[in-house]
């Protein structure tokens, strides 16, 4: 059974960094993409970015030049290094990894930029 497991959340002072973890149980070439997203209380998730197989990323406007992607392949784990946070970068941070048209998600992790 696939897992993701996220980590790396926690509590940061506005203008702070935060390196979010997602450790895939297979390799993450059996993706087809992995995807950062994230929710705000009684909002629906946002995509916050994606990285193909091929290694291709891309970024949600909102989080351009703020968020990088970038990936492991040893390790199988995929990062979102977030920079500069907001007080309104505060939500449950999710990752996605898509095959065959399915999706498997993790279980989310906490992020708290305080002002």
């Known amino acids: 059974q696939v897992q993701l497991v996220e980590s790396g959340g926690g509590l940061v002072q506005t203008g702070g960094s935060l390196r979010l973890s997602c450790d895939a149980s297979e390799s993450i070439f059996s993706f087809d993409a992995m995807r950062w997203y994230r929710q705000h209380p009684g909002k629906p998730r946002e995509l916050l970015g994606s990285?193909?197989?091929?290694?291709?990323?891309n970024y949600a406007d909102s989080v351009k030049g703020r968020f990088t992607i970038s990936r492991d392949t040893i390790k199988n784990t995929v990062y979102l290094q977030m920079d500069s946070l907001k007080p309104e970068d505060t939500a449950i941070y999710y990752c996605?990894?898509?095959?065959?048209?399915?999706?498997?998600w993790g279980q989310g992790t906490q992020v708290t930029v305080s002002s």
């Open positions: 990285i193909t197989f091929a290694g291709s990323i």
């Open positions: 996605n990894g898509d095959r065959d048209e399915y999706d498997y």
